[in-house]
């Protein structure tokens, strides 16, 4: 890997807009198709794309294709499934938001905490199952409350990976559909004649998927605008510099857009990590992948000190956190924006994208900044709720009369004075 000061790195933590406009316009087309033709829409770019033909009868999983995929999955792996489940579950569960409303000299204000009606999580296809990405993405949603919740996935050739079926029938999907990309957000945000809208639609996906939910928010809710994977791991001198390599390499292996970042104040443990790198390439299956991951998006910057080190990833905002340092949680309160921090030499990446609970469905390229950790409250709604007694209309109706008088809302003045003054009709 590369080694860069603060000073020149610029180049490496540079990100340009995923978003291209052939790509857009393709997507567009998509969305529009299946809100116009519905259920053949899906079926033909299903065809198309995925090579599953679809009909009424074979688009909804059923419920002896998730019986079947029971029989697929060795008992160790359901094991440790259901141990993942748990503790995402517990998790998410415990952070619910509660009602808020208080009531003071006879005003009563707050809100009060509803799930969304329906939810729409999008998985993955792949070569590979993405059973974390069904817990991750179902679990807070079921945490919340919603009543229904629909999966979505591509199945090739007309198969789900079994893990895939068996993870969301474990997490309590209520409806899975084998769909992807473009026309699965699609049907998601417009319903077709098998498929409901849903109210929030979440989940990872490529870059049609993204640009579908772009195209689709304010028709529905969404969690994010996600891109390619990232890590950016600040390290001392105490970290271990084949544990920092091992790291960077499980996001470089994602894909050739992933981004992986060193920060450190130790140039002996730059040296170190970068000879560590090159030796772990040279045996990784996805060697070819992260490769050209590191040569496009990938490096070590050279830092005068830790201040600077947690001032340098907070620009950056990345996806995932690692603070490999001898004491991170000093360092912790210097840090504002980043997807998920993971805390210690003990704490690898994907602890979190598996296992310990927190989601692994993350804001990326910068998007930290405004977006946040998928949670349980992107599947809820605050409402208002306000209650006034007689006395308190009467001791605020001069003030409140007065501001809509002076935006010109007399109407708005006289629903208080009809109260107060008793003027109805005048």
Same mark, same amino acid.
């Given at each position: 890997?590369? $080694?860069?000061?603060?000073?020149?790195?610029?180049?490496?933590?540079?990100?340009?807009? *995923?978003?291209?406009?052939? $790509?857009?316009? +393709?997507?567009?087309?998509?969305?529009?198709?299946?809100?116009?033709?519905?259920?053949?829409?899906?079926?033909?770019?299903?065809?198309?794309?995925?090579?599953?033909?679809?009909?009424?009868?074979?688009?909804?999983?059923?419920?002896?294709?998730?019986?079947? &995929?029971?029989?697929?999955?060795?008992? /160790?792996?359901?094991?440790?499934?259901?141990?993942?489940?748990?503790? $995402?579950?517990?998790?998410?569960?415990?952070?619910?938001?509660?009602?808020?409303?208080?009531?003071?000299?006879?005003?009563?204000?707050?809100?009060?905490?509803?799930?969304?009606?329906?939810?729409?999580?999008?998985?993955?296809?792949?070569?590979?199952?993405?059973?974390?990405?069904?817990?991750?993405?179902?679990?807070?949603?079921?945490?919340?409350?919603?009543?229904?919740?629909?999966?979505?996935?591509?199945?090739?050739?007309?198969?789900?990976?079994?893990?895939?079926?068996?993870?969301?029938?474990?997490?309590?999907?209520? /409806? $899975?559909?084998?769909?992807?990309?473009?026309?699965?957000?699609?049907? *998601?945000?417009?319903?077709?004649?098998?498929?409901?809208?849903?109210?929030?639609? &979440?989940?990872?996906?490529?870059?049609?998927?993204?640009?579908?939910?772009?195209?689709?928010?304010?028709?529905?809710?969404?969690?994010?605008?996600?891109?390619?994977?990232?890590?950016?791991?600040?390290?001392?001198?105490?970290?271990?510099?084949?544990?920092?390599?091992?790291?960077?390499?499980?996001?470089? /292996?994602?894909?050739?857009?992933? !981004? =992986?970042?060193?920060?450190?104040?130790?140039?002996?443990?730059?040296?170190?990590?970068?000879?560590?790198?090159?030796? !772990?390439?040279?045996?990784?299956?996805?060697?070819?992948?992260?490769?050209?991951?590191?040569?496009?998006?990938?490096?070590?910057?050279?830092?005068?000190?830790?201040?600077?080190?947690?001032?340098?990833?907070?620009?950056?905002?990345?996806?995932?956190?690692?603070?490999?340092?001898?004491?991170?949680?000093?360092?912790?309160?210097?840090?504002?924006?980043?997807?998920?921090?993971?805390?210690?030499?003990? +704490?690898?990446?994907?602890?979190?994208?598996?296992?310990?609970?927190?989601?692994?469905?993350?804001?990326?390229?910068?998007?930290?900044?405004?977006?946040?950790?998928?949670?349980?409250?992107?599947?809820?709604?605050?409402?208002?709720?306000?209650?006034?007694?007689? !006395?308190?209309?009467?001791?605020?109706? =001069?003030?409140?009369? !007065?501001?809509?008088?002076? /935006?010109?809302?007399?109407?708005?003045?006289?629903?208080?004075?009809?109260?107060?003054?008793?003027?109805?009709?005048?």
């Amino acid at each position: 890997m590369k $080694i860069y000061t603060k000073e020149t790195c610029g180049e490496l933590f540079a990100r340009g807009s *995923f978003e291209k406009a052939e $790509i857009a316009e +393709t997507v567009r087309a998509i969305v529009s198709d299946v809100r116009a033709r519905g259920d053949r829409a899906v079926f033909e770019l299903e065809e198309k794309f995925d090579l599953t033909s679809l009909t009424k009868d074979n688009f909804r999983v059923s419920r002896e294709e998730i019986e079947a &995929a029971y029989g697929e999955v060795a008992p /160790e792996l359901l094991a440790s499934l259901r141990r993942a489940i748990k503790n $995402i579950y517990e998790y998410h569960s415990r952070n619910v938001r509660k009602d808020c409303v208080e009531e003071r000299n006879g005003r009563k204000t707050g809100y009060v905490v509803r799930p969304v009606g329906a939810a729409g999580i999008y998985v993955p296809g792949g070569t590979a199952p993405l059973s974390s990405s069904v817990c991750m993405g179902v679990l807070p949603a079921k945490a919340a409350g919603v009543g229904r919740i629909v999966m979505a996935t591509p199945a090739k050739n007309g198969k789900i990976h079994p893990l895939t079926l068996v993870a969301a029938q474990e997490c309590g999907v209520h /409806e $899975i559909y084998k769909m992807g990309g473009a026309q699965a957000i699609a049907a *998601f945000a417009y319903g077709t004649e098998s498929v409901k809208k849903v109210d929030v639609i &979440a989940g990872p996906g490529n870059i049609f998927v993204t640009l579908a939910k772009k195209e689709v928010y304010g028709q529905v809710g969404i969690d994010m605008l996600a891109g390619p994977s990232e890590i950016l791991i600040v390290a001392d001198g105490t970290a271990d510099p084949d544990c920092v390599a091992a790291d960077v390499l499980s996001q470089a /292996e994602h894909d050739k857009l992933s !981004r =992986a970042v060193v920060v450190t104040d130790d140039a002996a443990l730059a040296e170190r990590v970068s000879e560590c790198v090159e030796a !772990r390439l040279n045996r990784l299956p996805r060697a070819e992948i992260a490769r050209e991951s590191l040569e496009r998006n990938g490096g070590i910057v050279l830092v005068k000190d830790m201040e600077e080190a947690c001032a340098l990833a907070d620009e950056f905002a990345p996806e995932h956190l690692e603070l490999n340092t001898e004491n991170p949680e000093a360092l912790l309160p210097r840090i504002h924006n980043a997807g998920a921090v993971f805390m210690g030499a003990y +704490t690898p990446e994907p602890v979190g994208d598996y296992f310990a609970g927190p989601d692994h469905i993350l804001p990326t390229g910068g998007s930290a900044k405004f977006f946040q950790v998928l949670n349980e409250n992107i599947f809820t709604r605050k409402m208002s709720v306000i209650s006034y007694s007689e !006395r308190a209309l009467e001791e605020d109706a =001069a003030d409140i009369v !007065r501001l809509a008088e002076s /935006e010109g809302l007399d109407a708005h003045a006289r629903a208080v004075l009809a109260r107060t003054q008793r003027e109805v009709g005048k």
